[in-house]
């Protein structure tokens, strides 16, 4: 459908024809990014089925989506055992380019209400670290956190130590797990296939300056539902839209195999971003997402979340605009070197374009700095550009989580589910219209099914405290029985 602009541009005089006609052929390109409710019907259902390949055990191994026990459960009646002990903890935090160290005190104040008080540091990660040896890497996190316990003056503390560690690993334990495999572009050697608590305890043993007893590693989904949990109890599905793209949600118990028993339920971390990797995607990508896949760290593989994430929906948007210069459709033909570049187009761009209020002066400035010095007729193409780019996103997004949830209703048998969904990541917060789009259709897409969504207040510390203090209690816990 035709943007307002693009319905008023048409009614204008004949002299206006070029630009209207510029503007309808961009449409004809970008009409490619816009999925009927029956391909968002069809994409759920292929979820569905691989998330099912996922929790059997004679086909978890070729499953795309590869259903994680985390080890966190509920019991039969539903509560999710996440008892939180109060003290002093230290939360990690690694997930994508940047890695924070926090310290955390939880408390109960005298309503016996959860009371939170956190101290964070922020730290960027190198680029040589992420891409070198997994020593490097963890040597780089143990270098962090000894200069951070400097600086708060609790080097002489022997803290219990929540990690959470966003990248699909296969829990053996809640305080052993290997890596499968790297994504959102690291690639440290020496990582895939080791119990990544070992790493971390090894690198804290090479410094020799400071003790840490490393409770328990988990998702920073599963993060996010303990964190929205403690807000909501019908919480039982956590979410990340932002450089990557994953969710968890509490599975019957019965349906897991790769874990003995049968009552209650536990917490599976899909790592849906790889669906796709066997093909299931194959006539949903466009050449752009080839190109995309193909000049990545990792081609082939996490294909679903490089339809969605952050980390490529700047890069996508480029690569259209590209297309249409070429087309003679955008800048008179002619792209800046900066443009051509990939990787120059950053996705808080897009937001910062979709956030125009139609004085085009978001656009025209982004587009500045990449060198261009756009038209008005340019600027409405480009936003055109970055709305369809975003609103696949959030469709396909919405497609996977609608799976989720009507597969948890048919496991229940219920008529009618009621059920909250914890989100965090930056796309689902700072992109103006993601979050509208993703809510609408999940909700077209689950007809029976009452939907609540929480965004996680994780960046303020609460997700990673109470993460840390679960953690602690459930270690503790394990130990008593």
């Known amino acids: 459908m035709p943007c307002v602009r693009c319905v008023q541009m048409v009614k204008m005089p004949c002299s206006y024809r070029p630009a209207v006609d510029k503007i309808l052929m961009a449409e004809q390109i970008l009409s490619e990014f816009r999925l009927k409710k029956e391909e968002l019907k069809e994409v759920m259902k292929r979820m569905q089925r691989e998330m099912d390949r996922g929790l059997r055990l004679e086909t978890h191994e070729e499953a795309s989506v590869k259903m994680l026990p985390t080890y966190v459960c509920s019991t039969p009646e539903g509560s999710v055992c996440v008892l939180t002990e109060v003290g002093d903890f230290l939360a990690l935090d690694l997930g994508g380019t940047n890695f924070r160290v926090m310290l955390v005190k939880v408390g109960e104040d005298e309503e016996r209400s959860w009371k939170v008080e956190t101290k964070n540091q922020m730290y960027s990660i190198p680029e040589d670290a992420m891409t070198g040896t997994a020593q490097m890497l963890f040597d780089y996190i143990a270098e962090c956190m000894s200069n951070f316990l400097d600086r708060h003056h609790i080097k002489h503390k022997k803290l219990p130590l ?119 995607l194959e006539e949903f990508r466009l050449e752009y997402d080839r190109v995309v896949d193909e000049t990545s760290i990792n081609p082939g593989q996490q294909l679903y979340e490089k339809l969605i994430s952050g980390k490529y929906m700047g890069e996508l ?9 070429n087309e003679d459709l955008l800048f008179n033909g002619e792209a800046s070197e900066l443009l051509k570049t990939g990787g120059s187009l950053e996705t808080r761009y897009v937001s910062q374009m979709e956030s125009d209020t139609g004085d085009r002066k978001q656009i025209y400035n982004v587009l500045s700095s990449l060198g261009v010095l756009p ?107």
């Not at 890596?179 to 043993?205: H, M, P, Q």
């Not at 948007?317 to 210069?325: A, F, G, N, T």
Request: glycine share 10%.
């Open 317 to 325: 948007v480029r690569l259209v605009l590209m297309k249409l210069v």
């Open 162 to 280: 929540g990690f959470t560690f966003s990248f699909p690993v296969r829990h053996e334990d809640i305080d052993k797990g290997i890596l499968l495999n790297w994504t959102k572009g690291f690639k440290a050697s020496g990582a895939e296939g080791n119990n990544v608590v070992g790493l971390l305890r090894d690198a804290i043993k090479r410094r020799g300056d400071f003790e840490m007893d490393v409770v328990a590693m988990v998702n920073d989904t599963v993060a996010t539902m303990i964190s929205c949990y403690y807000e909501d109890r019908s919480c039982e599905v956590g979410m990340i839209v932002g450089t990557g793209c994953n969710a968890c949600y509490m599975e019957e118990m019965r349906t897991v195999e790769l874990v003995e028993g049968e009552q209650g339920r536990m917490c599976v971390n899909t790592e849906w971003g790889a669906f796709g990797n066997n093909g299931e």
């Open 375 to 481: 038209s008005e007729l340019d600027c409405d193409i480009v936003r055109l550009v970055c709305e369809s780019v975003s609103t696949r996103s959030a469709h396909m997004c919405a497609a996977g989580l609608a799976g989720v949830i009507n597969l948890m209703r048919e496991r229940r048998s219920e008529e009618a589910l009621k059920i909250t969904v914890g989100i965090d990541g930056s796309v689902y917060k700072l992109h103006p219209c993601f979050r509208d789009r993703f809510h609408k259709i999940v909700r077209d897409l689950t007809p029976h099914c009452e939907i609540t969504f929480i965004q996680s207040e994780e960046g303020s510390g609460r997700g990673a405290a109470l993460i840390s203090a679960v953690a602690c209690k459930m270690a503790a816990s394990i130990l008593t029985h």
